[in-house]
């Protein structure tokens, strides 16, 4: 029907048009089929004489489901389908997948251009093999582009100087793809199956092979802070006073154990004066920080723009299919030893907001920028094309922003700042105070996320008498471990080996979904969460366990290297090992059940309340759905009969009791979502009564036929 010379086969839509456009200025689409709000196109081109098309996939045609359909667990006996047959959020693959079969099976040969990591490759792999009817033979023989950027400059020559298809990544990635099935799967069925046969309760839960050890970390770190103990200290501060200056000092023990030492030398100087001991100064080199890898992206993006990492990976990915940076998946913290970087730099000093800084760089006669150690073989760090933005939103804007600083500060040299320490004696105790100035801004002027306070001091000599304004006793405690951000979750997961630059984000956001986690900024294990991992350690904690999902990391990752004879030894391995934790978990479904049942009956409840009771001295506020009218609001959990308080609710969208309490009344905040178009509204149901609740409850009201009144 098509006969083409050759077909590129792309992973995205997106991608399909930069490829096309890169290899041909006269390029056609043409529309396969149109329903809806969906098109499914692909570009014809003739290059050097040949009729070429470029058309894509959209991610994942193919997923793994059961041969036959079971609720039993274990199951090993699995297959690779149409992914809209697997999954029914997935219907409007279908017609990519047909277009793949029309156009493929109508060309006299296949270009690969995939993205070039373990995930494109398998998506490639399944479409040669179940598509284009290829062995692993022939795919070996395939053809494919590899390249980091959508730059014409790189498509065009990856496409001329093409590499071979690496089989072996595919099977690594298969491989991985049959055990997470396998593992998620069974583990999963035992944890419902459990709670079901118990309780007759259904509830979607999951455990996966790394989503188990990622969970069991934030555990970890929760039961650290239960188990702490504070410890009481204090310190010693004294304000001096010199030519209408003041300078604060602490005790140069910062944390004082015995409460009468600390005493002892509050009495032993209030009042009196201070002799500068000594004056030291030091500078100190800033060096710039290394280029973006994933991870540190994520990290850096949720500390200096809020964002979640899996956001972060969402926002990542659409601008690199827009042209403007690099392949985000990637660990490595090189740049391309290829890169003309003055070239890279002139593009970017043509969009105004960085042109200025751009032309600093441009001044200087070598441009050498700072890297880091990490490697990544398939793909260089992340790092901005110069292309110019287009119809950004806002959000990836901010991200786009910070990727272009990072790399310019790559250029800018070093940063240099001097520390001054004073060392005050009073009465034979001695004082310091520490200032900060900037000397030289370096790179910290291209990298406007850096803060660095000054603290400046004034000029003192050795000798020197100062006036003792105040002396204080201040009184703390130590704090307990801190509770793991999700992007410093995503950096221990990475340094203990555990799931890909890629898969990290998707399980914490897992977590997120199964309500085992809370928390934007701070993550705190739910009850239901808490009790999946104490069954599970209880029971089986191999599920659990950092050094078993290590274990198998390592051998996907040697996958790549030795091929299908690993795999086969690997799968067998990792057969044997589900079938013993499953028996396990089977011989205690009982109480399995009943533990879960509990913990989610206890969730549940906890995450209706609301606070204590503005009306009466015993109750506390909670969301209630009335059994005779169904309308729902927040009431005391007194009422009827003891306490009449209540707050009205609108009855259309989705309500939920966030952590985050009213500075004003100590109450918990309600996020209201009112549709997928419509931003929540999050308030207090006290403070903010009038201006969030009448409103939304009046619309509501008047939206279901009532009046405002009874509303």
């Not at 897992?510 to 009850?527: A, T």
């Not at 100590?666 to 609740?693: A, D, M, Q, T, W």
């Amino acid at each position: 029907m098509f006969n083409y010379d050759a077909t590129i086969l792309c992973e995205k839509p997106k991608v399909c048009f930069k490829i096309a456009k890169a290899l041909s200025k006269s390029t056609k689409k043409v529309v396969f089929e149109k329903k809806r709000k969906i098109e499914v196109y692909r570009y014809e081109m003739n290059v050097n004489g040949e009729r070429i098309a470029v058309v894509p996939a959209v991610g994942h045609v193919f997923s793994l489901r059961e041969t036959n359909k079971s609720f039993d667990y274990p199951v090993f006996n699995i297959k690779w389908d149409f992914i809209y047959k697997v999954d029914k959020n997935a219907k409007h693959v279908e017609p990519y997948i047909k277009q793949l079969q029309a156009v493929l099976n109508k060309s006299k040969k296949v270009f690969v251009a995939c993205d070039y990591d373990v995930e494109g490759q398998t998506i490639a792999y399944n479409i040669l093999r179940f598509i284009c009817g290829l062995t692993d033979e022939q795919i070996a023989k395939i053809p494919r582009m590899k390249f980091s950027s959508l730059t014409d400059t790189e498509l065009k020559a990856s496409f001329n100087n093409p590499i071979q298809f690496e089989v072996n990544m595919a099977l690594a990635g298969e491989t991985r793809a049959i055990m997470d099935w396998w593992w998620g799967i069974n583990a999963s069925r035992a944890l419902m199956n459990a709670l079901k046969r118990k309780n007759s309760v259904f509830r979607v839960l999951s455990i996966g092979r790394v989503q188990g050890p990622t969970l069991n970390l934030i555990y970890d770190r929760e039961r650290e802070i239960e188990s702490f103990v504070p410890k009481k200290f204090w310190s010693v501060k004294i304000i001096f006073g010199v030519n209408g200056l003041e300078i604060e000092t602490i005790y140069f023990e910062n944390r004082i154990w015995v409460k009468d030492k600390a005493l002892e030398i509050v009495g032993s100087c209030e009042g009196k004066k201070g002799i500068v001991k000594n004056v030291k100064e030091r500078d100190s080199i800033l060096s710039p920080p290394v280029p973006f890898n994933l991870s540190d992206l994520l990290v850096e993006a949720h500390s200096k723009l809020n964002f979640n990492p899996m956001y972060t990976q969402q926002l990542a990915q659409n601008l690199y299919e827009n042209g403007l940076i690099s392949y985000p998946r990637t660990n490595s913290q090189k740049l391309p030893a290829s890169m003309d970087y003055r070239e890279i730099l002139e593009r970017i000093s043509k969009q105004e907001e960085f042109k200025s800084l751009a032309l600093k760089l441009l001044a200087k006669d070598k441009l050498i920028p700072v890297e880091g150690k990490k490697t990544d073989p398939a793909h260089p760090c992340i790092y901005p094309t110069g292309e110019k933005p287009v119809n950004l939103s806002v959000q990836e804007k901010k991200l786009y922003n910070l990727i272009v600083h990072r790399f310019l500060a790559l250029f800018a040299g070093n940063a240099v700042v001097k520390h001054k320490i004073i060392t005050v004696e009073v009465k034979g105790q001695l004082f310091k105070a520490s200032g900060v100035q900037i000397k030289k801004l370096g790179w910290i002027e291209f990298y406007p996320y850096y803060k660095q306070k000054e603290k400046m001091l004034p000029e003192l000599r050795p000798g020197q008498e100062l006036e003792n304004i105040e002396t204080k006793l201040l009184e703390g405690e130590t704090n307990p471990p801190p509770r793991y951000s999700p992007a410093k979750l995503i950096k221990e997961l990475e340094k203990n080996n555990l799931g890909t630059k890629a898969t990290r984000a998707p399980i914490i956001d897992k977590l997120y979904q199964r309500k085992y986690i809370k928390g934007k900024k701070s993550i705190v294990i739910e009850d239901l969460g808490k009790a999946v991992i104490e069954v599970l350690r209880k029971y089986c904690p191999e599920i659990v366990s950092v050094e078993l999902t290590r274990y198998f990391e390592d051998k996907l990752e040697r996958i790549i290297s030795e091929g299908e004879k690993l795999k086969i030894s690997v799968l067998k391995d990792a057969k044997k090992k589900i079938q013993d934790i499953m028996m396990k978990l089977k011989e205690k479904e009982d109480e399995i059940g009943e533990f879960l049942y509990n913990a989610l009956i206890n969730q549940l409840k906890n995450s209706k309340i609301i606070g204590p009771c503005i009306k009466c001295e015993d109750g506390y506020l909670k969301l209630i759905v009335s059994k005779k009218t169904g309308k729902r609001f927040i009431g005391c959990s007194n009422w009827p009969d003891k306490c009449s308080f209540s707050i009205p609710l609108p009855q259309k969208g989705r309500i939920e009791v966030l952590e985050t309490k009213c500075n004003k009344c100590g109450l918990k905040k309600i996020e209201l979502k009112l549709g997928k178009s419509r931003r929540p509204l999050v308030f207090c149901p006290k403070c903010n009564y009038e201006r969030y609740f009448l409103k939304t409850v009046a619309t509501a009201a008047v939206e279901d036929g009532q009046s405002i009144k009874s509303a």
